[in-house]
């Protein structure tokens, strides 16, 4: 698959007259949040986009969601161009790939992970910390060209939402100067950063919560303690009356245990496989979750297995991050 420049990319954008944004599987807020923008982008544009999801939106990014962009469609157009949003392979478009096929195939990419596979003419900018950016840089292109009088307040706000949400606002050491001069511009923009970051950051709903005080006193760790986890199982899930959504800060409890370098959260999919989450303060896990055929970010990767149990899944991964080490 071809990589498309950015004014490739930007003519791309100019010319699609029916989009469809697609975001990933367990929806996050820099996929939620790159569509929305991108979606107000068009819609400014006068066209009508829609965005589509394989899984549903966390109630917690509805501030980006809920509009009408985001609500179910019947009938795809078959001369809609669909373009997948900070989507690292055709697997994390889980039951999309289905439906967007054929004519309907995704027509490019926009993303920003380093060993993502291209399923479609992509643009990637591995150094951005979030799609955010790259949307922005759209945005801005947008208005240079004409094609925009103004980035609209709803993008500025998305965009912004967007590279929070992948930074951890501001935290991770994804975040570079350019990341502060974007978020800096968004702000002299009118971004709504204090209640956009409490939304993302700050606000837990009581189940969240709950999930939070089940991982904090469950956590496991090899003798040393640098390596940490802990299983997330359909049974501890029905066992405390939370679903899977309320498990995604899981692996920031792990992590925030002191000397803990490599944090793992082990759940239970509804495909019956386990997903392994990695974060490091460090170590190289995207190669580690490569090496277990999964991918992502260097301090930030995830895999998939398929194991019997959450404890055989999480005895391979503590193995690999072992030998990694
Ligand atoms: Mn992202």
Redo the contacts with the bound molecule.
Sequence with gaps: MSELSFSELVDRVIGAKKPILLT?TRP?G??VG?CAALAALFCAMGRHPAVVSPDPIPRRLSFLSDNEWFSPVDKYPSDATVIAV?V?SPQQLGGLQATFTGALAPAFMI???ERGVAFAPRFLRADA????EIVYDLAVELVSRGALTAIPPFAVNAIFA?IS??TGCFKYSNVTPRTHRIAASLLELGAEAPEINRLLFDVKTAEILSAEGYVASHVCSTPDGKIAWVLVTNEIRASLGLLDEHFETAIDVVRSLEGVEIAMAVKECSDGKFKVSFRSTGLDVARIAASLGGGGHLRAAGCSLSTKTAEEAAAIAVEAVKAAL
């Design positions: 990933h996050d820099d996929t790159s900070d690292a993303d920003h992970h910390s979030a799609t955010g967007s949400s992948d």
